[in-house]
């Protein structure tokens, strides 16, 4: 039983991808992530003898983890602890995550970062579907401070060139559809998240950016919602927040809600 300090593997995984994620920090050495470097979805690592100096850069609270949940995460979160900050170390740190077989996002498909350690990514403006979904999966699951550009389509790849951006969601790009799948899947597949939910939402993303409504029931009312979203702002930026809370909802339905239904009103009793 983990102690008040530590969080098992399920009960991260849970909360991964929802609101009430925390900031997740790998302080592995050297050597063990070359060993195997792939990373919990959602997580940034930092050098645990630097905690001092990267605590006050990052907001909380904190999930710290190692190779073994020991002394390099056990270390640091004391650190932050005594900074101030609420941090508690992964229970049986990395080796317990994949042993746990949850999802684990391989280093290498991972984009350059900027000065600051965001991942910078370039798409067309006014996005509707695709290019509202494939952020979210971002932010929740790969890069929660990963910076989106919008700009005209006939610029995406000069601004990707010159600004250092991953362009996505555009022709002739490694992110971009493939055969029947769309950009969204892609990325499922690329980061390795293929989880249930995970693939539901895909699938209702899917029909609703290539009109193919027979796909899932939802796809009609994520298409009409994103629609309207894209009516509802000029600015892209504005709508790519609100799509935030949208795919957030549909997430967790997929997730957590699929046999749930709902009628009213309820039958009394007796």
Known sequence: MPSFLEITPDKLNRII?????????DVRNDEDFS??????????????????EWADELSGPFVVLCQKGQKLGHGAAAH???????????????????A???????????????SRGRTVW???????????????LIRRFVDPSAIFLFVPAAEVAAVADRFNATPFDIE?????????????DVMVEEFGLRAAPMLRLATIVRGADTAKPELAPEVSGLLAASLGLSRMFNDDLEQLEAGMTL??????WCRDATDETHNWPNPRKG
């Open 17 to 25: 991808g929802t609101l009430s994620a925390p900031t997740i920090i």
């Open 35 to 52: 060993a195997d470097p792939r990373l919990v979805p959602g997580s940034i690592r930092r050098d645990y003898r630097k905690v001092t």
């Open 80 to 98: 932050l602890r005594a900074l101030g900050k609420h941090a508690e170390v992964l229970e049986g740190g990395f080796e317990a995550w994949r």
């Open 100 to 114: 746990s077989d949850a999802a684990l996002i391989p280093q290498d498909k991972l984009p350059f970062r900027d």
């Open 122 to 136: 370039v798409t067309r403006s006014r996005p509707k579907i695709d290019r509202i979904a494939c952020p979210w």
């Open 172 to 184: 002739g790009v490694a992110w971009s559809h493939r055969q029947e799948l769309c950009t969204f």
């Open 247 to 252: 795919y957030d909802a549909f997430y967790r």
